[in-house]
Nanobody
Framework: VQLQASGGGLVQAGDSLRLSCAAS????????MGWFRQTPGKEREFVAA????????IYADSVKGRFTISRDRGKSSVQLQMNSLEPEDTAVYYC?????????????????WGQGTLVTVSS
């Protein structure tokens, strides 16, 4: 499975960005998908995830109320709408396909990863 993430860029605090990720294999439509992020020197951290049908989204506390994950049922793609961005959101964002049909937080639940897209939020 190959994943292609896009939509990153340089924005100011308070702005919005929308990330998109498409998976190469149709079978990914039966799997949960998620977004993680990483900054230099830190571990990759969970941001948001959604189950195979586009339901039951879960979020990290740090982004709850500002970010929205979505996907169309039966599609091998996922989006992350990021509003009210803060400088602390600056990171490389990675999309991933889960091993199961469900949304989950542990990185080890995701065997397939995209190449990452850089989001930079200036103050």
């Amino acid at each position: 499975v190959q994943l292609q993430a896009s939509g990153g860029g340089l924005v100011q605090a308070g702005d919005s960005l929308r990330l998109s990720c498409a998976a190469s294999r149709r079978t990914s439509s039966n799997n949960g998908m998620g977004w993680f992020r990483q900054t230099p020197g830190k571990e990759r951290e969970f941001v948001a995830a959604i189950n195979w049908s586009g339901g039951s989204p879960i979020y990290a506390d740090s982004v709850k109320g500002r970010f929205t994950i979505s996907r169309d049922r039966g599609k091998s793609s996922v989006q992350l709408q990021m509003n009210s961005l803060e400088p602390e959101d600056t990171a490389v964002y990675y999309c991933a396909v889960a091993r199961s049909a469900w949304a989950s937080t542990p990185r080890n639940d995701y065997p397939y990863w995209g190449q990452g897209t850089l989001v930079t939020v200036s103050s």
